[in-house]
């Protein structure tokens, strides 16, 4: 059983629609990290928390709001997207927020944007 | 400029082949650490290696081993004897001196049976 699960594996949804990805850690970890996988790009950090508090928010637009109501429990709330929002979106955790810290991921929710 | 250079976007091999993946990093920092990372079809990124700057003792586990140079500011990755199981994208990845992990853009290999 993986460390860091997340639901739904995959999401389809119209520019009109919200919709929220939700990443859970069993790890015991302090920080979480919202990263973002477009094809033949390199991941993109969106957003880290640490001890449920947002450290940061990589110029990421609005439409996005990331939630962390627990050291455990990391949300992305997705409202009005754009066809170009369409990608793999990883959550990861790590002790801490320290440069040698590993990240362990979940396997992402591929989300399709019509 | 990229912080994480992987110049090769794909690779093919045949079974048993050894293959080399490249990375080539940037930093300004005395301390950083480099990181390679695996993700098969599932998606989920796996966690291979960690290398400090200060460490560039070659490292070996089992048919995976890693080349750090510093002097090149490359922190290559070789798979002797490869085999199907091997097929994912690789990631070689850098942490400098604040908590930001920034990923090169990856290389898909396939091994061929």
């Known amino acids: 059983e993986t460390g860091v699960t997340q639901t739904p594996r995959h999401l389809v949804m119209g520019m009109t629609n919200k919709k929220s990805l939700k990443c859970e850690q069993h790890l015991g970890h302090n920080a979480m990290y919202w990263y973002k996988q477009s094809a033949k790009k390199p991941l993109e950090l969106m957003f880290v928390?640490?001890?449920?508090?947002?450290?940061e928010n990589n110029s990421v637009p609005s439409r996005f709001s990331p939630e962390c109501p627990n050291s455990s429990h990391l949300f992305l709330h997705l409202h009005t997207l754009q066809p170009e929002d369409s990608a793999l979106y990883l959550c990861?955790?790590?002790?801490?927020?320290?440069?040698?810290?590993?990240?362990?991921f979940g396997s992402g929710t591929q989300l399709s944007v019509l | 400029a990229q912080k994480v250079t992987q110049a090769q976007t794909e690779i093919s091999v045949v079974e048993k082949e050894d293959v080399t993946l490249d990375c080539v990093y940037e930093?300004?920092?005395?301390?950083?650490?480099l990181f390679w990372y695996k993700q098969p079809p599932s998606g989920e990124l796996v966690f291979l290696i960690r290398?400090?700057?200060?460490?560039?003792q070659n490292e070996i586990s089992g048919r995976y081993s890693w080349n750090f140079q510093k002097s090149t500011s490359s922190f290559n990755f070789t798979i002797t004897a490869s085999q199907v199981v091997d097929s994912a994208v690789y990631f070689c990845a850098l942490r400098e001196s604040n908590y930001k992990l920034t990923f090169g853009k990856g290389t898909l290999l396939t091994v061929n049976p």
């Open positions: 990861a955790s790590s002790q801490d927020l320290a440069e040698n810290e590993k990240l362990f």
């Open positions: 930093t300004r920092d005395t301390t950083y650490y």
């Open positions: 290398r400090n700057s200060f460490d560039e």
């Open positions: 928390y640490s001890l449920e508090e947002r450290v």
